[in-house]
T-cell receptor, first 112, second 112 residues
């Protein structure tokens, strides 16, 4: 079964600095999709960024970018110019066919 | 724009009781899914549906039933509640499983 591992239960970053959240996954598939979702204290799940495995180019959404290493099965999220509103739980997720697997999450704290 | 609507937001049950968690979306999405979120474990897929009349099991389906009679609605039924089913439940929808998912606000369910 596919598994998603987030090895950092908690991370902290100073406001305006850059932070990278790690994610690795285990799969024997070659075609799949990867996501990062954000869950603030409101509990709402919000999509941050999405990556198609067949695309070599790393996805970018404003201050958020990923480092997708397919051979290493690694999918890290970089947040640049961190803001107080970035404080949340961040979940890495893997999709193949109709199955979706989430990691256990990383709690990000942003210090003013 | 209602998006994905879950009801109720909170519920307390006694062991052995049954209940239905409601989920409705107004975006004409074909793919809908149910997750449970437990501390330290991220989200786990319970059941999913790729369209009206089609449902399938996810990672943790035992103790839960679903049906999809319309595109809009995807209820989750607990047949005989057990304390192990105490969790926060999320419903989500998307055009396809590999597309960004829209999540409801969640239902916090406690089983005594």
């Amino acid at each position: 079964a596919q598994t998603v591992t987030q090895s950092q239960p908690e991370m902290s970053v100073q406001e305006a600095e850059t932070v990278t959240l790690s994610c690795t996954y285990d799969t024997s598939e070659s075609d799949y999709y990867l996501f990062w979702y954000k869950q603030p204290p409101s509990r709402q799940m919000i999509l941050v960024i999405r990556q198609e495995a067949y695309k070599q180019q790393n996805a970018t959404e404003n201050r958020f970018s990923v480092n997708f290493q397919k051979a290493a099965k690694s999918f890290s999220l970089k947040i640049s110019d961190s803001q107080l509103g970035d404080a949340a739980m961040y979940f890495c997720a893997y999709n193949n066919n109709n199955d979706m697997r989430f990691g256990a999450g990383t709690r990000l704290t942003v210090k003013p | 724009n209602a998006g994905v609507t879950q009801t109720p937001k909170f519920q307390v049950l006694k062991t052995g009781q049954s209940m239905t968690l409601q989920c409705a979306q107004d975006m004409n999405h074909e793919y809908m899914s149910w997750y449970r979120q437990d501390p330290g474990m991220g989200l786990r897929l319970i059941h999913y549906s790729v369209g009206a009349g089609i449902t399938d099991q996810g990672e943790v389906p035992n103790g839960y039933n679903v049906s999809r009679s319309t595109t809009e609605d995807f209820p989750l039924r607990l047949l005989s509640a057990a304390p192990s089913q105490t969790s926060v439940y999320f419903c989500a929808s998307g055009v396809r499983a590999y597309q960004p998912q829209h999540f409801g606000d969640g239902t916090r369910l406690s089983i005594l």
